[in-house]
């Protein structure tokens, strides 16, 4: 009786720092179930070997930067049966998404030498807004229980069980006094996607926004409460463009108060 073939699993990386692609090492025990459900066809963080496609399951980790980054993640597509993006630069561009807020070209001609060798984008977006994106899976880095549950799910033929709610529901879960109202501390807890165990706010510090926009995030009630625990305008930017700057719900409010403090 024939073998049933293996689905081939493929890892990729765009503009990034590798963390989420190490976040699928760093499974240890669920990394040798994932080793034995699929065949790693490609994965250079991991093994120098390569099988050619089409793959089953295609991750990608990073954002778009360079026109050849565009013509690369459009072939990627083509082979990939189900596409699913991993980690904030993959999912909102990543942090080097603050560079859209700006004139590219002051920062080229700041960091380099000779800058007509670089060849870049202006923005850094995420790889929905250049090809079809089957699955999402946020977090700077992701939560690696999550990605073996998204990729279970899509072998399997199911539905990733990742949470909708926000971290507060996180800190409700392990006991943590919310910082805001003990503390009047900033945090992003209640507009930000739950799957770091509500990490920050344990250690008493609001929280970062690193699993980005929960759904339907309310920012510009948290932002009135920030504001009325004398946060100004700048604090408000800044606290929103971190991890996840460029995600829309963020990216909107930050812009909101960016506008007025110029106006002020």
């Not at 990490?199 to 504001?227: I, K, V």
Request: charged share 20%; glycine share 8%.
């Amino acid at each position: 009786m024939p073998q049933k073939r293996k689905p081939k699993l493929a890892v990729w990386k765009f503009s990034s720092c590798d963390g989420c692609q190490l976040s699928l090492l760093d499974c240890e025990d669920e990394l040798l179930t994932v080793a034995d459900a699929v065949q790693i066809a490609y994965f250079p963080e991991a093994t120098r070997a390569e099988v050619r496609g089409p793959y089953d399951v295609s991750l990608v980790e990073g954002s778009i930067t360079t026109p050849h980054d565009i013509e690369r993640i459009k072939k990627i597509r083509k082979q990939s049966k189900f596409l699913v993006t991993i980690g904030a630069c993959a999912t909102a561009g990543g942090i080097q998404a603050l560079r859209n807020f700006r004139d590219i070209d002051t920062f080229i001609s700041a960091v380099y030498a000779t800058p007509g060798y670089i060849n870049t984008l202006d923005k850094s977006t995420p790889i929905a807004d250049h090809v079809f994106v089957d699955y999402q899976l946020r977090g700077c880095p992701i939560n690696k229980y999550q990605l073996v549950d998204v990729l279970r799910a899509f072998i399997h033929g199911g539905k990733p069980n990742t949470p909708s709610y926000s971290v507060c529901v996180e800190c409700k879960r392990r006991g943590t006094v919310c910082v805001m109202v003990s503390q009047g501390t900033a945090c992003l807890g209640p507009v930000t996607h739950a799957g770091c165990d509500a990490l920050c706010p344990a250690y008493n510090r609001g929280c970062f926004g690193c699993f980005g926009p929960m759904e339907s995030p309310n920012t510009h009630a948290l932002s009135d409460q920030w504001q009325q625990m004398g946060a100004s305008s700048q604090e408000i930017v800044r606290a929103f463009r971190g991890f996840n700057a460029y995600a829309e719900a963020f990216r909107k409010e930050s812009e909101i108060h960016e506008h007025a403090d110029h106006q002020s």
